[in-house]
């Protein structure tokens, strides 16, 4: 098949060098120009565009136009920017983190214009080029069944799935953001149990040890194991977490139905904790404790 790839980043560049050895045509576009220039440079067949209106004319029709971007408002934009360049019966895909209450809009939006809307979760991180991506679709059956030769290049085998209708892609990959939250809280507390005993471990094996037919084995732990074996001690590296939004949607969408979240909520809370250069909360314990029981407080 052919489609036009917009945005092409850590995972959208990745992804259209998979479509390409997959044998699909790509033209790409990012909105620096020397993005797009080195990335069709280095990997012919793909094919360079470098305004939106070069992409719709390199497609034939009905063009699938994937866009890569962040999400909100560069989303946003990009949607709207190619809607008056698109003819009836094209397809505009959405595989960034959007939110999934926006899907709907989006797909209403794009129904004024005839042109179809399908919303695609995307996990695979800049591992995706070699292991695959897991995608969670939304959208028409009848689109997510055209589309068939383009999922399954990009997963690898069992890694597609049509989850229903618009926004149900996104909201299961939410979902999914907000589990690996509460799995990397988990191994991050421990392993900081571990460095703080009083033996003398070495994290890396240990991580290459539970990664071998132990219940706790995973995907993530083998990158704690690269992780260790790159940087046994994390010098260096400062105790600053981010998060994509995701975390924080679906403890909404946990509160919103009324089901207990305590994991994922906490998770997300500790990285709201891990951006305080100091906490001020953690003040105002210690001279409230110094007030009722005289207890100890520490000055800078």
């Known amino acids: 098949m052919e489609l036009a790839m917009i945005g092409l980043g850590r995972m959208g560049g990745n992804m259209a060098i998979r479509l390409v050895r997959g044998g699909h045509r790509v033209v790409a576009y990012n909105r620096t120009s020397s993005v797009t220039e080195q990335l069709t440079k280095d990997n012919p067949p793909m094919e360079a565009a470098f305004s939106l209106q070069e992409v719709v004319n390199k497609l ?10 962040p999400a909100g408002k560069a989303t946003d934009d990009q949607l709207e920017a190619f809607l008056p360049l698109l003819e009836k019966g094209d397809i505009i895909v959405d595989g960034g983190n959007s939110k999934w209450t926006e899907d709907e809009p989006h797909a209403a939006r794009c129904a004024e214009f005839g042109v179809k809307f399908m919303d695609c979760g995307t996990s695979g991180g800049v591992w995706g080029l070699k292991n695959g991506y897991a995608l969670m679709i939304g959208g028409e059956k009848d689109v997510y069944d055209y589309m068939k030769p383009i999922w399954t290049t990009l997963a690898p085998p069992d890694g597609e799935l049509y989850c229903g209708v618009h926004g149900a892609g996104h909201f299961v990959k939410m979902v999914h953001n907000g589990v690996e939250y509460g799995m990397l809280q988990a191994y991050g507390e421990g392993y900081e149990i571990l460095q703080a005993s009083k033996f ?25 194991e690269d992780a260790f074996a790159k940087n046994p001690t994390l010098e260096g590296i400062k105790d600053w977490v981010a998060d994509s939004g995701e975390g924080r949607w679906t403890v909404e969408a946990a509160i919103d139905t ?37 207890h100890e407080v520490k000055t800078e």
């Open 60 to 69: 034939k029709p009905p063009r699938i136009v994937w866009l890569m971007v």
């Open 200 to 224: 003398n471990l070495d994290l890396h094996a240990i991580a290459r040890n539970w990664n071998h037919g132990s219940v706790v084995r995973s995907w993530i732990n083998e990158l704690a």
């Open 258 to 294: 009324d089901v207990p979240a305590p994991v994922l909520t906490l998770s997300l809370l500790e990285r709201f904790r891990s951006r305080q250069e100091a906490s001020f909360a953690a003040k105002v314990i210690a001279v409230i404790r110094n007030e009722f029981g005289g």
